[in-house]
């Protein structure tokens, strides 16, 4: 191997560890033990939030009312309480009864790139502060989730090869600078793991568990799949992709206001759909009870329907 070989590598390397030096004290393995129905032990990972001892991991690791202790790689231990989760993005915060490190950075998951290197840090098999680093596979991905009443889709879920593992899951992937880009979810595969974007959807939703334990949603009754705009209408109205209906549920806000199968939706308020996904994003707490405007292409015209969405029961 030449000089500048030996020169990616070293740069290669000195990110990596930099990113573990400054992400592995910031990254708590927590041991829950959970109540009710689902009785016994869990453990996975958790990142410092703030100052004051929140923690950010996943929902599936926690449950609501559990219980548990925190680890972290300076020998910090605290208790700790499950303030909210959001089992529709796979998010929950606990919070801690001392002082913890410092949070990391947060950074934008919007802004990478596939090929992008990324750092994980969690605890896999309960091995504490174990870090892995590889590259975004791929970017936009979608991982269903479930409640008892609802089903939906995390969207933009980021795809790494970086190696993850049970104990992994709701640990850190942190971008080559070590801001923190995603919050590991899941294990898709041998060398496939997924991560729940930090970006502007997160953030609200992490806010709203903080101070209020759970997040409100918005309900329309609609079952869809994307499909493509007919190419008369992609120019027209600013979009490639739309969402056909599959399924109106009965007696829902959206059977109120007329949609029907078959139609597709390619705006909502004269706002274009960026993707698959955007009519997700529109269904928080704000649009419950409001006028909400979607247009819909049905037997090859355009019709406008008003709903007003409810709230999504827990």
């Given at each position: 191997?030449?000089?500048?070989?030996?020169?990616?590598?070293?740069?290669?390397?000195?990110?990596?560890?930099?990113?573990?030096?400054?992400?592995?004290?910031r990254v708590a393995a927590i041991r829950?033990?959970?109540?009710?129905r689902r009785s016994g032990?869990?453990?996975?990972s958790a990142v410092v939030l703030t100052a004051e001892g929140h923690l950010v991991t996943n929902a599936h690791v926690v449950g609501q009312g559990d219980e548990g202790e925190a680890s972290f790689s300076d020998g910090?231990?605290?208790?700790?309480?499950?303030?909210?989760?959001d089992p529709l993005s796979d998010l929950a915060i606990v919070r801690?009864?001392?002082?913890?490190?410092?949070?990391?950075?947060?950074?934008?998951?919007?802004?990478l790139k596939v090929g992008s290197l990324v750092v994980a840090v969690g605890n896999p098999l309960g091995l504490a502060g174990s870090v892995t680093a590889g590259v975004v596979s791929a970017l936009g991905r979608a991982m269903p989730a479930r409640t008892r009443t609802a089903t939906r889709i995390i969207e933009d879920?980021?795809?790494?090869?970086?190696?993850?593992?049970?104990?992994?899951?709701?640990?850190?992937?942190?971008?080559?600078?070590?801001?923190v880009v995603g919050i590991n979810t899941a294990v898709a595969g041998i060398g496939l793991g997924l991560a729940v974007p930090v970006n502007a959807t997160t953030r609200r939703i992490i806010y709203a568990l903080m101070h209020d334990g759970r997040v409100r949603r918005a309900y329309l009754g609609l079952v869809t799949s994307p499909a493509p705009v007919p190419a008369p209408w992609v120019e027209r109205m600013g979009t490639r992709t739309g969402l056909r209906v599959v399924e109106v549920v009965?007696?829902?806000?959206?059977?109120?206001?007329?949609?029907?199968?078959?139609?597709?939706?390619?705006?909502?308020?004269?706002?274009?759909?960026?993707d698959a996904q955007s009519l997700q994003r529109l269904l928080f707490e704000d649009a419950i009870g409001a006028r909400m405007e979607i247009t819909v292409l049905r037997n090859g015209?355009?019709?406008?329907?008003?709903?007003?969405?409810?709230?999504?029961?827990?």
């Open positions: 191997m030449d000089l500048p070989d030996n020169d990616a590598l070293d740069a290669y390397s000195n990110v990596v560890s930099g990113v573990a030096e400054s992400l592995t004290p829950v033990r959970r109540r009710g032990e869990s453990a996975g910090t231990t605290a208790q700790l309480e499950v303030v909210g989760r801690t009864d001392r002082a913890v490190p410092s949070p990391p950075e947060y950074g934008d998951a919007d802004r879920v980021i795809q790494t090869d970086a190696a993850l593992n049970p104990g992994s899951s709701g640990g850190a992937l942190a971008d080559a600078r070590g801001r009965t007696g829902s806000p959206a059977d109120a206001s007329g949609m029907r199968p078959g139609d597709v939706v390619l705006a909502v308020d004269v706002t274009p759909l960026g015209a355009l019709v406008d329907v008003v709903a007003e969405p409810s709230e999504l029961a827990d």
